[in-house]
């Protein structure tokens, strides 16, 4: 990807958010949420309910924080590789601190009558927002050690349907709007998008 092509991507994805969150704040119901809601509904006891309710778990902060650990010892102890380890630890942290502030400052309350337990407030989602960041960078260090070009597109294929199935699984859950979920994603791809390129652009100077 050239820098132009890098830069026009994360303003795209800016402007999403940003109009999103400026919809979200006028406190009026939203045509597109209700839509994708029933879109996506499920009842309770049913296979699809169980389906999304342990998706959903993947994009825990308990999962997460779990699975960062692994990669940061892995990093640290296999590969021996600091400049990437402090690069994931320092990305996955910033993210879920700024998904945190986001949300304390837009204030959005969840949905009623979720079907499963949650807390905080709704806007963005940070399973959306941090999901994303953390499964690509994952991708990213398995994609970055395999050599063969359909295996590459085969595992970022992967990875970009778990973190679709996360995001909808909040909404099958009914803890989170569908909009939160799209801010969630847009956030958090200009994110990763600008974390792997000061990570490509800084590790050819600190190395």
């Known amino acids: 990807m050239n820098k132009y092509s890098w830069i026009a991507l994360v303003l795209l994805c ?9 919809q979200v704040q006028r406190e009026e119901a939203l045509a597109f949420d209700t839509y994708i809601t029933e879109l996506f509904s499920v009842g309770e006891n049913t296979f699809s309910f169980t389906f999304f309710k342990s998706i959903t778990y993947l994009g825990k902060s308990k999962f997460i924080g779990f699975g960062s650990l692994l990669c940061v010892l892995y990093l640290w102890i296999v590969k021996k590789d600091y400049w990437t380890m402090a690069v994931f630890s320092i990305g996955i942290a910033g993210g879920d601190v700024l998904n945190e502030w986001i949300k304390n400052h837009v204030k959005r309350v969840r949905p009623e009558n979720h079907l499963m337990e949650t807390a905080g ?3 963005p989602s940070g399973h959306a927002m941090v999901g994303l960041i953390f499964f690509s960078m994952v991708a990213y260090l398995i994609m970055k050690g395999i050599k063969g070009t359909s ?35 847009a956030l958090g791809a200009a994110y990763s998008l600008t974390l792997f390129t000061l990570y490509k652009f800084l590790g050819s100077r600190v190395l």
């Open 151 to 185: 295996l590459k597109w085969a595992v970022g294929i992967c990875f970009a349907c778990l973190i679709l199935l996360i995001g909808v699984s909040r909404i099958a859950m009914k803890v989170h709007f569908p909009t939160d979920i799209l801010a969630g994603f």
């Open 121 to 123: 407030f709704s806007f």
């Open 14 to 22: 800016m402007l999403l958010f940003f109009f999103l969150m400026h």
